[in-house]
C-alpha cells in the first residue's frame, strides 16, 4: 500500500555478490577488495555479524578471530564474557574500521591450521567477512601458492565508514550483515529498524536490481548502534520479499525518451494508485466505525477504572537500576537530577513542551524530558528490548525525590495531533501517507521483529512524533503489552480496560480482549483522523444514520481539497454507492 522513494547516498561500492569465491582474478574490482575509503572519516566504530560455530562461539573465540574487544562484544550482545552462543546464533562484533590504502578494513591476524586453504578462510572460517582475493593481495608477501600450518596471516575483514550523505541523514554508524540462505534486503532493514532505499543505496543496489548472494557482506545504515534483540531471526514471511523485475532497456521502447516517458507514468500511477487505496480503505473504516459508534457509548463507561499502581520508593531504586542494567538491550544512562535542572534552565517555562514534558540541551543536542510521578518500570522494560528508527529512543532516566524523569529522543515537529487538528498547519497528501507508512513500519517491528513481540494498545495522533523532516516515530509505551506465546489469531484477557474512548476496539471494551489484531484497529482509526484532519470524537459526534451516505467530499481535510485530484474523490464516491 506504500511506497518508499530511495535518497541519494554515495554507495561504498557494488554489492560483493559471487565474487567472494573468485580467488584467481588479482585484478578484482573494488567489491572484492573492500569497501572504498569514501566516508567522512578514515577509522570509525563499525560493526560486523557473525554466526557462532565450534570453536568460534565463545565471546572470547569470536572476539580473538575477529579482532574485537570481549567486553564490549559481550556488552552489546548482552551477555557475559564467559558466555557460549548457541549454534548458528547470530552474534554483533564491534570492531574500530579504518582506511589501509584505497579500502577500509579492520585487520585481524590468524595462525593457519591443517587443511586451511585461502578459500576456506575467506568463506568458512570468517565466513565472507573477508574474500579470498583480498586475503591474497593482503599478505602478498607470501610468494607460495599453499599455506602451511602455523602460518600467520593478516584478514582484513569488510567495513566501512558513513559517507557525508548519509551522515546528513543521521546515519551514525554502518554494519557488515552476513546474508543468510532465504535473507532479502527488505527484510533485513526492517529488521535492523533502518530505510530500505538507504540499504540499497549503501550497497549499490536497486529495486530493480536487489538480488545478494549468501556469504557476501551487505552495508546496513543505522542511526543507532545495534542491540542483542535484532540478533534474533524472525520467522520467514514472503510478504517482505521484494519484487525483483528485469531491468528495461531502452530498446524496449524504441528510444531513452520513450524509456523516461515510461518511467514518469508508471511513478505518477503508483502514486496515484496508492492515494486511491489509502483513500478507499480509510472510508471503507470510517463506516464500519460509524455502525459500532453506537456499541461503544454503552460499555464506555466500564472502561474508566484504572490499575492502582505501585510506586517505587527511592530506596528501591538502586536495585532497580542495577537489575535493569542487567537485562539492557541497548545502552541508556542514569542522569543526576542537577544535569535535567542544567539542560532545562531548571525547568524553565520557555522550556515546556506540553504537559510535563521539557525540551532540554545536552551536549548541543535537543531531548524531551518527560516527569512521571508513578511507576514507569513498564515503560523503561518495553522501550528497553526495542530498536527501530521509527519508535522513540529512551535515553536515559532519573529519579529524585519520588518522580521519574524519562529522557528521550527530541522529535523537533512535536505530535503528529499538531499538523492535522490545528488550521495554522499543514501537511501534504504525501507528507500523510510518508508518515502512515512509518507509523505502520514500527508497528510490524512490535508485532513481529521485537523479543518478545508488543502490542501497543495506545496508538492515537498524540502519540505519533514527527522529526524535522517529518519522519514518524510511536510514542508512549505505558500501555504496551507483551505478546510472548501468543500464535496468529491467539488473543489474552485483561480486567483493566485502559485506553481512550474512540481508537478503542469494541471487542477490547466489552471483554478486555487483547490481541496482536489490537493496534490493527487504533492505526485504521488513525488513517480515518489523517484522511479527516478532524479529531475521532468530532466524528463519531457528528455520525448519524441519515448522514451515511454523506459526499466524500465532506469528509476530507477541507484544508487539502484544492490539493487533492478531484477524479480521486469522484471514483471512490461512486464506488462507496455501490458498496
Partial sequence: MFCYFPLSIFSQQPNVGKATSDCSNRNASNSVLGYTCNGVKTSCQAYLTFRSKPPHNTVSTISSLLASDPS???KINSVSETYTFETNQLVIVPVNCSCSGQYYQANASYNVVASDTHFILASRTFQGLSTSTAVLKQNSNITTKYL???????????CA?????????SVNYLMSYLVAEGNC???IAVRFGTDIGWTLEANGLSEENSVIQPSTTLLVPLKNPPSSSQTVEPPPSSSHSPSVSSPLTSSSYGSSVQLQTYWLYSLVGFIGGSAFVMVFCTIIFFRLFRRIEKKIDSIVAKASEKPVEKRMEKKEFQDYMKSLSKAARQPFKNYTFEELQLATNNFSPSCLIKGSVYRGIFIGDF???KKMDRDISKDINVVNKINHSNLTRLLGVCFNTGCWYLVYEYASNGPFSDWIFKSEKSLTWMQ???IASDVATGLNYLRSFANPSHVHKDIKSNNILLEGDFRAKIANFGLARSTQGQLEGQFSMTKHIVGNFGYMAPDSLEIGLVSKKLDVYTFGVLLLEMFAGKQVSVLSAGTSDEGQDQSLRHLIDHT?????????VDSVDRLLVLA
Fill in 72 to 74: 564490549q562484544l559481550a
Fill in 185 to 187: 534486503i527488505s527484510r
Fill in 367 to 369: 531531548a524531551a524530558i
Fill in 560 to 568: 487539502m481539497l484544492k490539493k487533492y485530484p478531484s477524479e480521486l
Fill in 148 to 158: 602451511y600450518p602455523k602460518q600467520r596471516l593478516v584478514i582484513p575483514l569488510r
Fill in 161 to 169: 565508514c558513513p559517507t557525508k550523505n548519509q551522515i546528513d541523514l
Fill in 432 to 434: 500523510r501517507i510518508q
